[in-house]
Nanobody
Framework: QVQLVESGGGLVQPGGSLRLTCAAS????????MRWYRQAPGKERELVGSITNAGVSTIYADSVKGRFTISRDNSKNTVFLQMNNLKPEDTAVYYC???????WGQGTQVTVSS
């Protein structure tokens, strides 16, 4: 079955960096656009960004553009979210998802606070 396992979250000070990892299984990873989403307390889940199946093209939400970078390793069925210059408003649970599939992982908590 489809599994998405996010990891790498934690507590970081403003201005710091984190790298999130999403390990995927149960589907042909290299054929799917992958997306990162986040959900802050009391807010709706929002799209952070996405990367096409071959990793050629990425898009980002305006709120993270220039600070976050999505990459992938199709040989390891893994997608990454590098987050730099983190701000308190980036605090959320972060999820990865394959486009056109309904499955979600458990998410990984990112907390940006001094």
């Amino acid at each position: 079955q489809v599994q998405l396992v996010e990891s790498g979250g934690g507590l970081v000070q403003p201005g710091g960096s984190l790298r999130l990892t999403c390990a995927a299984s149960g589907f042909t990873f290299s054929t799917k656009t992958m997306r990162w989403y986040r959900q802050a307390p009391g807010k709706e889940r929002e799209l952070v960004g996405s990367i096409t199946n071959a990793g050629v093209s990425t898009i980002y939400a305006d709120s993270v553009k220039g600070r976050f970078t999505i990459s992938r390793d199709n040989s390891k069925n893994t997608v990454f979210l590098q987050m730099n210059n983190l701000k308190p408003e980036d605090t959320a649970v972060y999820y990865c998802k394959a486009l056109q599939l309904i499955y979600w992982g458990q998410g990984t908590q990112v907390t940006v606070s001094s």
